[in-house]
């Protein structure tokens, strides 16, 4: 009885699978654009800021230099967009920032073979007016790595957490 049940459990699953219209062109783009927002959804880590734009930049650059932050150079993204053409490009600063020896404790922890991390933060503004900070998610790289060197990325994000604290949602 029990393979007669099974039997005819999967047989019906094939049947409706086999009546099932194939996707359009236009549903499948929808579904690898959901996968692709999905993917970076896990790569990044976007939060709201409860400041204003320039004030979010100034916090972002002042709490890294008080926690002994390197901090770069801060890029106008909007004035580089309206320079390529873009005439509605909304607000975009790029700060580069990294905890101090942050790469160094990366490139230790993975024997050489890690990358560097990429240290930069983006303030923007998004369509509905609200400022935006996102930056490499790197408690989620962190979980995707073994030993030290997971260690280490826990560690850091640990860290921006910390300089975080206060400037964003």
């Not at 900070?133 to 408690?139: D, E, K, P, Y």
């Given at each position: ?53 320039e ?69 923007f ?45």
């Amino acid at each position: 009885m029990k393979k007669l049940t099974v039997a005819l459990l999967a047989s019906c699953s094939l049947s409706a699978l086999a009546q099932a219209p194939e996707p359009s062109q236009e549903q499948l783009r929808q579904m690898m654009m959901a996968r692709q927002m999905q993917m970076m959804a896990t790569m990044y880590d976007l939060r709201h800021s409860h400041l204003g734009f320039e004030e979010t930049v100034a916090a972002i650059k002042t709490s890294a230099e008080k926690r002994g932050w390197k901090v770069g150079d801060v890029v106008d993204m909007q004035a580089e967009m309206r320079k390529g053409g873009a005439k509605d490009a909304k607000r975009m600063k790029v700060v580069g920032l990294c905890p101090a020896g942050a790469n160094d404790r990366v490139i230790k922890a993975s024997g050489g073979k890690a990358p560097p991390l990429p240290c930069r933060s983006t303030v923007f503004e998004s369509a509905d007016g609200k400022i935006n900070v996102v930056r490499l998610n790197l408690h989620t790289l962190a979980k995707g790595m073994q030993g030290d060197l997971s260690k280490v990325l826990g560690e850091l994000a640990a860290e921006e957490d910390a300089m975080y604290k206060g400037i964003l949602d």
